[in-house]
């Protein structure tokens, strides 16, 4: 077997095997115009649920060399030992600290944290996190990927349905908290665990149940942040099924049913 390089890998090919896959809605999207169908994601077991933080999707790259690559949710942005890096969103100022303090990959693979950098000028909802500048970041998933050399000389397509399809190893709920907690990262914060059973069915349902459970944001990085939160992520504690449920996607399509 080659020993693993930076400077020789099919680095297009682990961008996009490293990307974080599309999450769909709790309650299907109506193509025709992105209001809520009926039709609701089915969850069986245990049902965690977590604060979807409104930020910029990024990732930590930590490669089998003992290097590290930093990107956004599409591109990458920063190479470790790079002079210059793309400025895009403060994404590599937020990041660079934290994947310098990351143990090195044991074993020929590739892991991939992801967090998310808000506050600042990061996005239009930074102002609800901070009444000033401070960027913040929190961790919400971290995969493995074991077959990376096959898939390396994959097409890009091939590529993008394997990802598409599931095929990232992603880490359990316990799993996860216990990496957060050894390298000493934040989660997205945690809001409960409840029984399948009890989650709403229906559109006024759940957006009854999101008042409830998400007042405020408990993300909030000063006193001075507007509070309003983005929604609730919903998962298995094994991470197999997994949906997010946003207030301005119930608050619209219940005021397009006059309710």
Do not use: C
Not at 13 to 31: E, F, G, V
Request: charged content about 25%.
């Amino acid at each position: 077997m080659t020993t693993f390089s930076v400077r020789t890998a099919n680095l297009p090919a682990i961008n996009s095997m490293t990307k974080y896959p599309s999450i769909p809605t709790y309650h299907s999207l109506d193509p025709r115009n992105g209001g809520l169908l009926d039709e609701a994601v089915a969850f069986s077991g245990t049902v965690v649920g977590t604060e979807k933080v409104d930020g910029t999707n990024s990732r930590i790259i930590l490669l089998p060399d003992g290097t590290y690559l930093l990107g956004s949710r599409e591109e990458l942005l920063y190479a470790q030992g790079d002079l210059i890096g793309n400025p895009a969103l403060g994404i590599v100022d937020a990041l660079r600290p934290i994947a310098d303090s990351l143990p090195a990959v044991d074993g020929d693979r590739i892991v991939v944290h992801y967090l998310e950098v808000y506050g600042g000028k990061v996005t239009a909802a930074s102002k609800q996190y901070t009444g000033g500048k401070a960027v913040g970041f929190r961790m919400f998933d971290v995969a493995v990927v074991g077959d990376y050399r096959e898939m390396s000389d994959w097409d890009p397509q091939r590529i993008a349905h394997w990802r598409d399809a599931g095929g990232q190893a992603f880490l359990d709920e316990a799993s996860l908290r216990r990496t957060a907690e050894g390298i000493g990262l934040d989660l997205t914060p945690r809001l409960f665990e409840l029984d399948a059973a009890a989650m709403p069915g229906d559109i006024p349902g759940m957006k009854a149940f999101l008042d409830e459970r998400m007042p405020a944001t408990l993300a909030a990085l000063d006193g001075d942040a507007g509070g309003r939160p983005e929604g609730i992520v919903l998962r298995t504690s094994d991470r197999s099924v997994i949906a997010k449920a946003r207030f301005q996607d119930y608050e619209r399509t219940l005021k397009r049913r006059g309710r």
